[in-house]
């Protein structure tokens, strides 16, 4: 069970520290801005979800292994920004990469530690935009599962609910789950291709709120 989600759940720490070490470039940060910047978001949604969990020290503080992928990524943006720069997206790319994965292993943690099936579900979700949104928000930026282009949270749940049920049903294996976490990033990838949104909280004839 333990490597089921830990092999995806290093890489999707380091996915999401290389999108925040490509923020960072693009905020102009120092290296040690880089290196902060992805490991606040390459661990911040593990930490969330075992804070809720109680299951002690989170597993980012007691397993010294997760720090590396966050080291490993700010290298790398630090050598390779000017190359992979050049390409339209790239920082949404490894997000979507990220955010794919967590939210597999997000779920599978949380039902090893006895949650339910319907709030390791919640909690999956919670893992895979948590650490997101606290890169935007350290970095003064519009956090992606609040933009209107593409979907984010959506892609999240349905690979946490798919994983919750293949978990259920007996028949999860680590193949199958880097299968839900490729379509997931296929869904989030598609999604911003072809500029799909979530339907708005008021309606498509809610005018837009003007401040008096």
């Known amino acids: ?10 890489l999707g720490v380091f996915f999401f520290a290389v999108s925040g070490s490509l923020l960072a470039v693009r905020r102009r940060f120092d290296v040690v801005g880089s290196l902060l910047l992805g490991t ?9 979800r075992d804070v809720i969990l109680d299951v002690g020290v989170p597993r980012a503080f007691g397993s010294p292994i997760y ?12 050598f390779f920004a000017h190359v992979v720069q050049r390409y339209h997206d790239v920082l949404l790319t490894f997000d979507a990469a990220g955010m794919a994965l967590f939210s597999v292993t997000g779920t599978l943690v949380s039902l090893a530690a006895g949650m339910n099936p319907a709030g390791s579900t919640i909690l999956g979700v919670a893992t895979a935009v948590g650490g997101g949104v606290i890169r935007d928000v350290v ?48 869904l989030r990838m598609v999604s911003l291709r072809y500029r799909w949104e979530a339907p708005p909280a008021g309606g498509r004839r809610t005018r837009p709120y003007t401040p008096a």
């Open 1 to 10: 069970m333990v490597w089921t989600h830990l092999v995806p759940d290093l």
């Open 40 to 48: 606040c978001v390459g661990l911040g949604g593990g930490i969330l």
């Open 67 to 78: 720090l590396v992928p966050p080291v490993v990524a700010a290298i790398v943006v630090y």
């Open 139 to 186: 970095a003064n930026d519009v956090p992606q599962i609040f933009r209107s282009r593409g979907l984010y949270a959506i892609p999240a749940l349905l690979g946490a609910s798919v994983t919750s049920l293949a978990s259920w049903g007996d028949w999860f294996s680590l193949a199958v789950g880097f299968a839900i976490a490729a379509v997931v990033f296929a």
